[in-house]
């Protein structure tokens, strides 16, 4: 959100710590922390607040920054990005999630994200942190105003990425929420479309371990069937999400450990408890 909205926010270095510390007796095992292109923070500012999640949580994995503000970082630095990447690593982060990426449709983007990183410099930044050792994820938002063939560019320059990298761990479809962003008078997506996505995703993403049914976008009981569409990932019970409400989003803000299995187990698949890069914690 731009400076000013009624709902930007901004967090202290404190409020993060302590964001951790409300958890501390919860067996979470990852940290995912995104924002948004913040026009006054310091370079010092991103670097102190890995410190501190680790100083509060050690043993945490910390999922942090899209490519964009990966970039937004390097450019706050003054330095390239393989540096900056290095500078985070030392800090705590872990692994790069998949967000930023949109579509890399230049004429959407020209309309949607105008001032954001183009869909070339997404690919090169996540190159750039493939090759220093950083795992990362990949979104595609859909549900708007692109085209079918759209989707399938987008999915073809990841493609064309993994086959060059081998470091993208998922892809994860994103249904765009509607309801409080500038195109509201647009539908939702339908569960069919959801589902093709992920079946499309998975044939065409050959090289991609995993392909996620992101519950919190598509709601609970559709990923659980996205199962047989081709996803291997509900991902996880995920604590507390805000950006996908904040854009009027409508499924639970939390799923239990119990409830997720269940789920899975009347899929017909079996329950895998798994880490942010996919070491197998327990079997159910």
């Known amino acids: ?122 690919l090169r930044v996540t190159r750039i942190a493939h090759k220093h050792g950083l795992h990362t994820n990949a979104t595609l938002l859909y549900g708007h105003i692109e085209t079918i063939e759209e989707r399938l560019e987008h999915l073809d320059a990841l493609r064309k990425t993994q086959d060059e990298t081998q470091g993208f761990l998922a892809y994860i479809p994103l249904a765009f929420h509607p309801k409080n962003t500038e195109m509201s008078e647009h539908s939702r997506t339908t569960g069919i479309d959801d589902l093709k996505n992920i079946a499309v995703a998975r044939l065409m993403l050959d090289n991609f371990p995993h392909i996620k049914a992101y519950w919190v976008m598509i709601g609970p009981k559709l990923a659980q069937v996205a199962l047989s569409f081709g996803a291997d990932d509900m991902d996880g019970t995920v604590k507390e999400e805000i950006i996908t409400h904040m854009a009027g989003g409508e499924s639970e803000q939390a799923l239990g450990h119990k409830t997720l299995i269940r789920y899975i187990q009347e899929a017909g698949r079996e329950p895998v408890e798994r880490d942010t890069l996919y070491k197998v914690l327990e079997v159910f």
């Open 1 to 122: 959100k731009e400076k000013g909205h009624k709902q930007a926010y901004e967090m202290s270095i404190e409020d993060i710590k302590n964001k951790v510390r409300e958890r501390l007796e919860e067996p979470i095992t990852e940290i995912h922390m995104v924002g948004g292109i913040h026009p006054d923070l310091p370079y010092s500012y991103y670097l102190d607040a890995l410190k501190g999640i680790k100083e509060v949580r050690p043993d945490v994995h910390i999922q942090a920054f899209t490519c964009v503000e990966i970039q937004h970082l390097a450019d706050l630095a003054g330095q390239s990005v393989g540096e900056t990447l290095e500078e985070l690593k030392e800090a705590g982060l872990g692994s790069i999630p998949g967000g930023g990426a949109e579509v890399f449709s230049p004429r959407i983007r020209e309309i949607t994200c105008e001032r954001k990183l183009d869909g070339e410099g997404w």
